[in-house]
Each structure stands twice: as structure tokens, then as C-alpha cells.
């Protein structure tokens, strides 16, 4: 039986290639998706809808505001290019809440679904009459997810922030601590003032951070409610999401009172875990418990470096990361970043020492790794047309993602869910649409 | 140390009671993964070797202090966990994980691919003496392709996907987040689809193999990039704090500090407008597209009339005309923050071993809700908890197996591998 070696047996068993005669994780869970203007409700959505979740997206009858967030002012046919990434696999359908024939209708789907995402200002939909207290009456087991940065309850919310605006990837970053330590410290005047300033990340880190922690939190409620029956309401913040993960800043502060602030591509609790310039770019290196620095510096022939920052203490001393970087950038501005990567990789003493390649997104997107594993892949798509977009993300063997398809036009499958939900036929639905409810 | 709302939290039931993980991973990402299901309520049986722990992250503390001997680094990912200190290099200790997989839901492992499975623990070795495991292997590349050899860490993730070029200002540097979240968003991840496995398994009664690459996870959350890129044949290249698909929607210098503006709805934008008293910019750009093509003509004047108010100004008139604003806090505020505090988002709690902590808690769930209960233990501190009460061990067998050097302890040696300076032997421990 164990004919092969492992790398072979994880690839025959989890090639995304493989996937279609697998049974989906989320098979006979359907979730109504009300997101409006946040990549945070769409991903976590996106990620239950490519396990196999029967997903329907909700949207006003215009569209969602999220289909015009993209660059340049690029769509493909109606639509921007995020929105494109994450309207994979679900159904796109209209309706208006915000009258009173529109809500009958949303009351009447929500019998049939197990998740609500929604990502409107807090207490949007109570004052709609939609609150988590009405809708669990209609459905006791339903899991209600609500995700704004302000949360939906607190001091903040009752001051009135976040009310009557979209909720912002770059609010989730900036409030949640995570863009006070991305960037150039003050004190690197060799560049330009205003870029020595807490800076957001390019893409929408607060909105997919925050999608996933949804997803995770919904998915735990799912198990809940699928061994008791019952249901829960979930409030998720991207920004809170965000403050969790910025590794132990929050720690940090309350056991010494020390403020963790932006050090450009340096590590403040270890030495080396950094970026170094390279002849044709940039290179990361790490090197940081001390057999492993002793490691580095051995490749770089720099013996005298390990007696002099011997501890991790030296090594994580601020004052000392310049320095040292400029001693090991002695070595590697020699070469080039591929060279720099085969002489690592080459290595064979004692210790563990890492170098890898810091690239342009047009230069990895060529990378043969991604397109062989369909982390990114050419998809066909029967709206949008040939499309080389973000995969699929998870290997696995028994349940795998998949990708079916990637967007749908703005109430493309209204006839079909609600008549699979409702029972609605054409005539009734076009009413609706003179209506202007759906 | 708990008020009323604390001990509701704690008195409320959790998602995950009854299920089982074996979390022999390392450094941040699979400590992470395994952490998310233990603030569920999983029971978390994480694994380190004997005497140093696992090194590459009880060593990490910023200027290398570890105060009350804690580990900034370790803690941060590893709390509710029992502590298991095994070698791993001796057959007895493959045979200590090999009776724990038996009786686990789940095992979660960061080695290099291939590892366990030629130390016989594998997924194809361990499904044989439990068929229903869910086993989630987290790399930097995967199990297979190409790169399945190259070790990696988060920055070299954030590296290699192009999010450090993405990121910083045109005439600055490419900047990477100094969060590690290539391993904190593949983390969250990799416990979402555990999760999605367990449902199948409590269905179908299937476990199954997960193989979860960091850098692909970085991939996926890069939004717009691959598309445009393919689309125009051109990079994408950074703007620095100007986001130029949702415009406006920037983090601004003000007289006292920095705040985070956005107006992208016609009406927001508006309302930001009239704020600036610039009317004439909203009916230059009151369509969207213009804005998008022509964004540094938005930007700019936003800079330059933030420049000239106070965050507090700034935020007292994004209620009064409608458009979205927030402080750009950092770890003091967000502790000091009444709101984060009335929502115990920072949530403080009596450790049974350190004394009085605070970790962040995002998982508010009415019914089920994450709660922290004790922080990172000292290497091999919970030992006999595991070994007696859930493998039923004698306490005979276990001293055997200390003298033979299979279990172990911490070393002092190590940083913030050992119990606080003042331990009387017996406080924390659960067994």
C-alpha cells in the first residue's frame, strides 16, 4: 500500500483537480449573505460558499456598492474586479429591506436558512424591525452574524459611530491598532515625512482578517447548533479581529507599558526576521534563536558578528538592528536575490537558517508553485469570461473547495431561488420588480 | 477581578466541549490554529520538547525581556492549552502520540512536510488506528508542488506573494505588516476548515487530510491584484496610504495625530465635502469613476484640510455629516478604550499560575461566546494531567518515563520556560 512517498500521496489525494467527485463540508447549509459595501461579509461568505454552503446573495435591487470598488475604474462587464474574487459560487438575487413589502419577503426566506451575514451600521436592522430578537422567533436556530468594526454594541455605538456609513476596511486597520506598527519609524529621514506614518496595508488586511474570523466563529456556532438546535447572535468587529492578531503588542502593553510602534521591516522581539537588500531587490532572512544566528552568520563568514550580539537580548536591542543589518548587507548586496536563495538552501551545518525572496506581485504571479497547487487559476466563466483569479486556498482529502463559478450579474438568480425558496413564479416576480422590491 | 458581565461569559456554554486536539506545532501558526479551537472550548493537548519548549517562540520578546517570566512571543497564541513535553525522537514518544491520536478528534501539526510521516505518525499511518481523525498539516508551501521543500516563515510569505511591494508609500520602502499575518490569518483559516471537517465527520463519520499553505492564504486575501494584473499586464504597484479602488478612503495627518477617513457612497462623500467646505470637490467628483481614475485630485486636498484639525474634530464632524472616521489607535489606547472595555474585547482575568493578565477577545457570541481562562504554561507542566487522566497511565509508568528522558520538563536554562520565580509546586496545576 505504501507504494508512495508522502508528497505524492498528499498531492493524488488532495489535487484540487480531483475535487468534483467529493462530497462538500457544508452540504445542506444555506446562508443569506446581506453584505453591503464590505469585503468582510463577502469572504467569510466566499469561504463557506466554496465548502460547499448554498450561499445567496442578497443585494439591493441597484447592486451592491462593493461591485464599484476597484481601481481605475475597471469592471468586467457591470462589475469591479474584487467583487469578481468574491461572488464565487453563490447566487446573486435582489431584494429591498428598506420596505416594508421587501422585509415580508427577507421574514419568509428566513425559515429556510441556517446563516444571516450582514454588515450594515449597528442596529441597522433592529431599527428595520430585523433585530436578532425578531428574527429568532422566526427561526430559533439560526445563526445571526453581524459584522461592523464598532461592533454592535458599546460606549462607541451609543455615541453614534459607525452609524449611517459603509464600514471601511481602512477603519478596521487604523482602529484596531494594526496600521500604528506597518512602516517607516519616525527617525528614517532618508525618506520623505510623509511616509514615516502609520500605514495601512495594501490590500484590505482589516476586511479578510475580520471576514475570516467570522467565518471561523460562524462555523463554531453551526456545530453548536447543530447538536442543540439552537441558535446565536455573533458580533464580529474586523478592527477587534485585527487588535487580536498583532502578535503581542496587546500583551506587551499591559505587563510592562510598553508601546510596540512601527520599525519598518525589522522584528522588535527577535534578530534576524527581516528584510535585506539584495543586488536585484530585497531578501528576507531568519536567523534568530541563538544556533541559528551562529548559523547565518557562518554562511556569511562573519564569525565576529555572533561574538558580538551573542544573546537575543544584543540582537532584539533597537539600536543595534542597523548596524547589524549593514554588516550582513555587505555580504548579500553582492548577489543576487536568486543566488542568495541557493546558497541558503545549500546550507548544510548546524542550525536552521531561512532566506527567501521578496518579490514584485506581477513577478510572483508567474510563480509555476501557485498555478500547479490552483491557489491562483484561469477559470471560465460562463458570465464574466476567462479569468485568472485567487483558487482555491485549502488542500483537502475528503471535503475539498471548489470554485464553481465566479460572479453572477445583479440579480441574476432571482427566478431560480425564489422559486426554489418561495415558490414564486415569473408573474410574481415581475410584479415585485415594477414594485421595485426586488 | 471578574464582574458580572466576565462571570456571564465564563457561565455561558462553549461550541466546541467534547472535542479533542493534539497540537504539535510550532512558532505561531499552528499554535494559532489550535488556540482559535481552544477559546471554543476544545480541549488542547499542545505538545513541545522536553527542557528548551519549543525555542523559536518562548525566545521571542521584544528586547528579549520576559517579565514574570512570561513569553510575550508564546503567550499570544497559546493559551487554555495543556502542556505536554514529549521526545519525539525516542519510539517511547511516538507511542505516547500515537495512544493520544487514538483517542483525538484532531491533530495539528507545522513540521516540515513528509516529517511525520516517516516518524510513523503521519496521516496515512495514524488514520489506521483512528479512521475518523481530521489531521491539518500547516506549511509554508503546502505538502506538495514545487517549493514543498522550502521552509518559510510569515515574512517570508508576505515576501514572496508581493503583499510586502503592495505595501508603504511609492517613495518609501515595501513595507511587510509587522503582524506576522501570514500566520494569524492562515491560522484563523486552517481552524475554519477543521471546523468545516469536524461537521463532516460528526455527519458522515470521515475524518480527512488538510494541507493549508501560508503563502497561498496571503495569496487569497490579496483582493483586486491578480485580476488587474492579468487583466493589463501591469504590476500593481503601492499608493501608500491612498487606497485607490475605494476612494476616499485614506489614514490622514492631523494637528495631533493621525485618524482614518472614509466617503465612498455619493452621499458620504458628499457629507465629507461639506465638512472640508469644499463643495466644489463633490461636484468635480461626485462620480465614482472620476475618483478612481483621478484619485491623487481627491486625496490631496483631504490631506491637506486634515492636516489642520484635530482627530477629535475630525471624528465630531464625520457624525455630524455622515461620512466614516476612526482614531488610528495603537495597544495603549485600544486598553485605555471605554469601548473596548465595556464590550470585554480587552478582557482581564486571574490566571491560575501568573497573577492578573489581559488578552484581546473579538468572539463575541450571545450563546457560546471565546473566552481566554489561563495563559502559556511552563514546558511540560500539565504531564501528568495528560499522561494519568487521559491516557491512564500509573504514576509508576510516568516516573519510568521521566528517567528514561521520553517526558520532561522545563529547563531553566531556557527563557520564560519555567513557572514563576515563587512557585510553590503545586499552584496551576490541574492534575
Not at chain 1, 534576524?272 to 536567523?287: E, N, R
Not at chain 2, 493537548?45 to 519548549?53: A, D, F, L, Q
Not at chain 2, 497573577?355 to 514546558?379: F, I, K
Request: glycine share 10%.
Amino acid at each position: 500500500m505504501e507504494v508512495y512517498e508522502w508528497t505524492d500521496w498528499a498531492r493524488l489525494n488532495t489535487e484540487p483537480g480531483r475535487a468534483k467527485d467529493k462530497p462538500q463540508a457544508l452540504d445542506g447549509v444555506t446562508v443569506l449573505d446581506l453584505s453591503y459595501g464590505s469585503f468582510a461579509g463577502l469572504f467569510a461568505s466566499s469561504l463557506m460558499a466554496e465548502m460547499g454552503a448554498r450561499v445567496i446573495r442578497v443585494e439591493p435591487p441597484e447592486g451592491d456598492i462593493a461591485r464599484n470598488m476597484t481601481p481605475q475604474a475597471m469592471k468586467v462587464k457591470d462589475t469591479g474586479l474584487a467583487y469578481i474574487v468574491e461572488g464565487r459560487n453563490k447566487h446573486h438575487i435582489t431584494l429591498d429591506i428598506n420596505i416594508p413589502k421587501g422585509r415580508e419577503i427577507f421574514l419568509k426566506m428566513l425559515p429556510k436558512v441556517q446563516v444571516l451575514i450582514e454588515t450594515f451600521p449597528p442596529r441597522y436592522m433592529e431599527n428595520l424591525g430585523l433585530g436578532w430578537e425578531v428574527l429568532r422567533e422566526r427561526n430559533p436556530s439560526l445563526i445571526y452574524c453581524a459584522i461592523n468594526s464598532w461592533g454592535q454594541e458599546g460606549p462607541a455605538v451609543d455615541e453614534g459611530m459607525g452609524q449611517g456609513t459603509l464600514d471601511y476596511d481602512v477603519v478596521a486597520q487604523a482602529l484596531g491598532g494594526f496600521a500604528w506598527t506597518v512602516g517607516l519609524p519616525e527617525d528614517y529621514t532618508e525618506f520623505p515625512e510623509y511616509t514615516r506614518v502609520p500605514t495601512r496595508m495594501g490590500n484590505w488586511m482589516g476586511w479578510y482578517m475580520g471576514g475570516a474570523m467570522a467565518a471561523f466563529s460562524i462555523m463554531s456556532a453551526l456545530i453548536f447548533a447543530e447538536a442543540t438546535g439552537e441558535g446565536q447572535f455573533i458580533d464580529i468587529s474586523p478592527a477587534e479581529a485585527l487588535a487580536t492578531v498583532n502578535n503581542y503588542a496587546f500583551h506587551v502593553y499591559y505587563l510592562t507599558g510598553l508601546v510596540i510602534g512601527r520599525v519598518a521591516n525589522f522584528e522588535p522581539a527577535a534578530y534576524a526576521y527581516h528584510y535585506v537588500q539584495a543586488k536585484d531587490g530585497m531578501v528576507f532572512l531568519a536567523g534568530y534563536a541563538d544556533p541559528n544566528w551562529k548559523a547565518l552568520c557562518s554562511i556569511i563568514n562573519r564569525s565576529d558578528l555572533v561574538e558580538k550580539y551573542p544573546t537575543v537580548k544584543d540582537r532584539t536591542n533597537p539600536k543595534n538592528f542597523i548596524p547589524m543589518t549593514q554588516e550582513i548587507e555587505k555580504f548579500t548586496k553582492r548577489y543576487t536575490r536568486e543566488e542568495i536563495l541557493k546558497i541558503w538552501l545549500d546550507y548544510r551545518g548546524p542550525g536552521v537558517t531561512v532566506a527567501g525572496e521578496v518579490l514584485k506581485p506581477l513577478e510572483s504571479m508567474k510563480l509555476e508553485h501557485w498555478h500547479e497547487r490552483k491557489a491562483l487559476m484561469k477559470i471560465k466563466d460562463k458570465d464574466y469570461g476567462e479569468l485568472l483569479v485567487q483558487g482555491i486556498t485549502s488542500k483537502m482529502s475528503g471535503t475539498p473547495p471548489v470554485l464553481k463559478w465566479v460572479c453572477r450579474p445583479v440579480g441574476a438568480d432571482n427566478s431560480l431561488i425564489y422559486r426554489e425558496l418561495l415558490g414564486y413564479d415569473e408573474e410574481e416576480l415581475n410584479r415585485l420588480k415594477a414594485q421595485g422590491v426586488v | 477581578m471578574l464582574d458580572a458581565k466576565a462571570l456571564e461569559i465564563m457561565a455561558k456554554r462553549e461550541a466546541l466541549k467534547g472535542i479533542r486536539v493534539l497540537d504539535i506545532t510550532r512558532i505561531i501558526y499552528g499554535p494559532w490554529a489550535a488556540n482559535l479551537l481552544a477559546v471554543m472550548g476544545a480541549e488542547v493537548i499542545h505538545v513541545e520538547i522536553p527542557g528548551s519548549g519549543d525555542l523559536l517562540i518562548r525566545a521571542v520578546s521584544p528586547g528579549g525581556v520576559f517579565p514574570r517570566g512570561l513569553s510575550p512571543g508564546m503567550m499570544c497564541c497559546n493559551s487554555n492549552k495543556y502542556y505536554l513535553a514529549v521526545d519525539m525522537h525516542k519510539e517511547e514518544g511516538l507511542k505516547i502520540i500515537k495512544e493520544l491520536a487514538a483517542r483525538c478528534d484532531v491533530i495539528m501539526e507545522n513540521f516540515k512536510p513528509g516529517t511525520f510521516d516517516r516518524w510513523g505518525i503521519g496521516y496515512r499511518q495514524l488514520k489506521e488506528i483512528n479512521p475518523d481523525i481530521i489531521y491539518v498539516s500547516m506549511q509554508g508551501f503546502g505538502n506538495w508542488g514545487p517549493y514543498w521543500t522550502r521552509p518559510s516563515y510569515d515574512a517570508y510569505a508576505q515576501g514572496i506573494t508581493g503583499l510586502a511591494e503592495i505595501t508603504g508609500f511609492p517613495d518609501g520602502l515595501a513595507v511587510k505588516a509587522q503582524t506576522w499575518i501570514g500566520d494569524f490569518l492562515s491560522g484563523t483559516l486552517a481552524a475554519f476548515y477543521t471546523l468545516a471537517a469536524l461537521r463532516h465527520r460528526n455527519r458522515m463519520g470521515e475524518g480527512q487530510f488538510i494541507d493549508l499553505s501560508q503563502a497561498e492564504v496571503l495569496l487569497r486575501a490579496m483582493d483586486w491584484t491578480w485580476l488587474y494584473q492579468s487583466i493589463t499586464g501591469e504590476g500593481r504597484e503601492r499608493t501608500g496610504n491612498w487606497d485607490p479602488a475605494v476612494v476616499p478612503s485614506t489614514i490622514a495627518k492631523t494637528k495631533d495625530g493621525f485618524v482614518a477617513i472614509g466617503a465612498f457612497p455619493k452621499k458620504e462623500f458628499q457629507g465629507l465635502c461639506q465638512a472640508m467646505g469644499r463643495a466644489d470637490l463633490y461636484e468635480e467628483f461626485r462620480d465614482v469613476e472620476k475618483r478612481q481614475k483621478e484619485y491623487e485630485k481627491v486625496y490631496r486636498p483631504i490631506d491637506e484640510w486634515a492636516a489642520g484639525k484635530t482627530t477629535q474634530e475630525i471624528l465630531a464632524l464625520s457624525r455630524e455629516y455622515s461620512f466614516a472616521a476612526a482614531p488610528v489607535n495603537n495597544s495603549e489606547t485600544i486598553h485605555k478604550n471605554p469601548h473596548f472595555n465595556a464590550r470585554k474585547m480587552v478582557w482581564k482575568f486571574l490566571d491560575p499560575l501568573w497573577g492578573d493578565l489581559a488578552y484581546p477577545r473579538p468572539w463575541h457570541l450571545s450563546e457560546t461566546p471565546g473566552r481566554v481562562r489561563w495563559s502559556m504554561r511552563p514546558v511540560g507542566f500539565d504531564n501528568e494531567h495528560v499522561m494519568i487522566r487521559i491516557l491512564g497511565y500509573t504514576q509508576g509508568e510516568v516516573e519510568e518515563l521521566y528517567e528514561k528522558g521520553v517526558l520532561g520538563k522545563w529547563d531553566e536554562n531556557f527563557p520564560a520556560t519555567a513557572p514563576p520565580k515563587d512557585w510553590d509546586g503545586k499552584k496551576g496545576l490541574f492534575y
